[in-house]
């Protein structure tokens, strides 16, 4: 079946501290694979995508390269701020693209 | 402004009473989905319809319904609330179902089952 594993949180680093939130993924055939992110009392936005392997999908310096041999999405920031405090999910959709499968979230604070 | 509006966004309600929850979006989209987040879980998809009158089970559809009779809107129903479907519950829409649609959420909403 198809499922999404992140690691689990809080993290919790310095302003301008390197981030990185590992994710993993099972899937049936190739699906994309997506970054979330959720401000509190908010609904959930597309932080960046990657549709086949080895794309790497970026937006506001956050990045992640779709890799198929290790079925990884590494979310990374070199330098995080304040602001990007938040809860970040990683998803996919199935091959077919009709539904879509959420990791558990991570949430990130960033202390000034 | 494109987006997806939900309502309400918060509701305190009794095991067994029927409720609704409405959902609607102004940008044209063939694609819209319910979800409930949960904490430790994350999202799981309820139910997702392609387009009008084409409706299909998520990962967890038991003890929900949806309907899709005109493109813009896409209630959820829940014909007997149980305390296990207290949650937040989210709606999203895209143009379609393509790996380069990204999905618009809603704002939420936020439901206790007593």
């Known amino acids: 079946g198809n499922s999404v594993t992140q690691m689990e949180g809080p993290v919790t680093l310095s302003e301008e501290a390197f981030l990185t939130i590992n994710c993993t993924y099972t899937a049936t055939g190739y699906p994309s694979l997506f970054w979330y992110v959720q401000y509190p009392g908010e609904g959930l936005q597309l932080l960046l995508k990657?549709?086949?392997?080895?794309d790497k999908g970026s937006n506001k310096g956050f990045e992640a390269t779709y890799r198929k041999e290790t079925t990884s999405f590494h979310l990374e920031k070199g330098s995080v701020q304040v602001s990007d405090s938040a809860v970040y999910f990683c998803?996919?959709?199935?091959?077919?693209?009709?539904?879509?499968?959420f990791g558990s979230g991570t949430k990130l604070n960033v202390k000034p | 402004e494109a987006q997806v509006t939900q309502n309400p966004r918060y509701l305190i309600t009794v095991t067994g009473k029927k409720l609704t929850v409405t959902c609607s979006q102004n940008m044209n989209h063939e694609y819209m989905s319910w979800y409930r987040q949960d904490p430790g879980l994350g999202l799981r998809q309820i139910y997702y319809?392609?387009?009008?009158?084409?409706?299909d089970k998520g990962d967890v559809p038991e003890g929900y319904k949806v309907s899709r009779k005109e493109k813009r809107n896409f209630p959820l129903i829940l014909e007997s609330p149980s305390p296990n479907q207290t949650s937040l519950y989210f709606c999203?829409?895209?143009?379609?179902?393509?790996?380069?649609?990204?999905?618009?959420f809603g704002p939420g909403t936020r439901l206790t089952v007593l």
């Open positions: 998803a996919l959709s199935a091959y077919n693209f009709n539904k879509f499968y």
């Open positions: 999203a829409s895209s143009p379609g179902a393509s790996p380069y649609n990204e999905q618009f």
């Open positions: 990657a549709t086949k392997a080895d």
């Open positions: 319809s392609m387009n009008v009158e084409v409706t």
